[in-house]
């Protein structure tokens, strides 16, 4: 199906209107589940897996055969405000390492079993400095979105997109601080290492962005236009894509779920497809967590972003898988049920 | 190394003279990964994981290459007091499953890439009921203890051990009581599936069983003769014979973790080789977690035992050591290091 976001009202039409899961197919699995030889439940966490992606593969035993990582990188003008421990160059010193394979994530990737693209989102253009103006403009962000919606490889049957920006821990901080409301130090953390005193100056900034924009009833593209780094507006893109595909998207971690805030605004439903990979050690993540009631399958103490937690959740969405399809029911092995 | 339990005595030299990690490899691990490209400590508990193999292993480059799942099975007399829901015979049953390939623990091995083995330990023999006597003699226990040392391959380069046993949250519960104290009702859960009613009464059981003892200060082998299960006192048997021969260890679930509170009576470094793979829903897992000071790597709600949270975990290890081993320094990569 072609995915095109030519305008805000497109785009809306589009959150307003995505498919749900399978309800006979979440049924479906739910019963497997019980004839398989284990008390039942008692995979906890893997049941919970595997029925969720019966219900978005629409079949009783979904397979995951064509995982795909996406990674988005961005530069951010909000960095001129001295809110990173690492300057702007690392971006592209990072998105060099992606592609020559040193990174984290090329490693966990390769473990886990998911191929690897990586998105370079015009680092020699910096998003505006948003405590201040709107990060980018309205075009920018759908040409931005579009990027992630393209981005989702033809095969693809999950998707972990991620992200590496200098920077974009604010961003993520000044999303969920418009959407959630509370204190700004709330969704304001340490990113890559800042110390207290840099950490009291960030959290000024990420209050000072969202008092300037004031209205909280934004819709997606202008929320991501005004607080946006690109590549959070391609993780938005690539996730709502996902949802209009039914394929079942693995979130990172907070400036990854962050990105997704503005189509949760918009559409309550708008992230049922997606799991939350892990809890990051950035304070931010966990109360965004606890706001969207959807609790992380990983809990690692990981904040290096670069869907790093994904993949490794993946591996998790892989054994669920195994047992969910592979196991044996209690009539086929002669076990008796209790 | 020719490991051989002969007597209490014997075992309780092992236990005191048991080989340490190796500081200047752990140091090694911590400074590679402080020259890895990314945040210092960004990788939280993979970097972790990754620096006490490379303590065990004696290398700064730690490899996982044969990692055994090592199931242990035994039957308890402790069931006559109606503390399962789950009859005897499920037991046996199990153990065919196993063979057949159709558990759990089959699929989650395949996924992982653990080898499999399955020791059924005098299933027709049940255990003594424990609440009344001791639940087998000194040498039918220092023999099972035994087929756990000798069931680890010549090759294994980390255990996954894990048990299958109708009633063996008994045991389990009775060992954290005589080794931690509190209540009884601390340490006993619903195993497979308790009602309220039931539960109460289980309760009760344990906590006359430790009451019949008395001695909290017992060593290890007599413990393990008055409370275990065959299949605990393997796998302490299996654990110990691992930390001689310098072999890490995964742990399973509250069972697995149990068996081994009798080597940390006798030495509060017995377990230092050993990470508990994940917090079971049984509720007396966590509160022996916490008294033991050792973070689990995993939180999913599994209660199955089969070492199921031990080959997930093994996944967790495979990632950890992937990036430890395989990631690009900054000096290679060419970013700057903040």
Redesign the interface.
């Known amino acids: 199906m072609s995915i095109t976001y030519t305008s805000i009202d497109h785009v809306s039409t589009y959150i307003a209107q995505m498919p749900m899961t399978d309800i006979n197919m979440v049924e479906a699995a739910v019963r497997r589940q019980g004839q ?11 049941e919970e897996i595997a029925i969720w992606l019966a219900g978005w593969q629409e079949q009783e035993k979904p397979e995951i055969n064509a995982p795909a990582c996406l990674i988005f990188a961005g530069n951010h003008g909000i960095t001129n405000k001295g809110v990173s ?3 702007s ?2 971006t592209e ?2 998105v ?2 992606f592609q ?5 994530i ?3 990737c ?3 079993g998911a191929s690897l693209n990586v998105f370079s989102l015009s680092l020699d253009k910096p998003t505006a400095d948003f405590s201040e103006e709107p990060a980018m403009s309205i075009d920018d962000t759908l040409a931005a979105m579009q990027i992630g919606a393209d981005a989702i490889p033809d095969n693809a049957d999950l998707i972990l997109p991620g992200e590496m920006g200098i920077g974009n821990t604010s961003s993520a901080a000044a999303l969920s601080h418009l959407v959630f409301g509370d204190h700004a130090a709330t969704w304001t953390g340490r990113g ?2 800042l110390d207290d005193e840099r950490l009291a100056h960030k959290t000024a900034i990420i209050k000072q962005s969202v008092a300037r924009i004031g209205d909280r009833s934004l819709d997606a593209v202008t929320m991501l236009s005004e607080l946006g780094g690109r590549e959070l507006a391609a993780i938005a893109g690539c996730v709502l894509a996902a949802r209009l595909r039914r394929i079942p998207v693995l979130l990172d971690g907070f400036i990854s779920t962050a990105a997704c805030l503005p189509l949760w605004a918009a559409n309550e439903h708008a992230l049922d497809h997606c799991q939350i990979s892990h809890y990051s ?1 950035e304070p931010g993540h966990r109360h965004v967590i606890n706001a969207l009631g959807k609790p992380a ?8 972003g670069e869907a ?1 937690g994904a ?2 959740a993946l ?2 969405v ?2 669920a898988l ?2 969910h ?4 029911t209690f009539a ?5 049920d ?1």
Chains 1, 2 share one sequence.
């Not at 399809?325 to 044996?328: I, T, V």
């Not at 086929?332 to 008796?336: D, F, N, R, T």
């Open positions: 398989l030889t284990k008390p039942p439940g008692s995979l906890g966490r893997l421990a690492f300057p160059e690392v010193q990072m060099l390492n020559h394979g040193g990174a984290a090329n490693q966990l390769q473990t886990a890559t290492g050690k399958i990983l809990d690692l103490d990981l904040r290096l790093s993949a490794i591996m998790i892989k054994a195994s047992t399809n592979g196991m044996a086929e092995a002669g076990v008796s209790g």
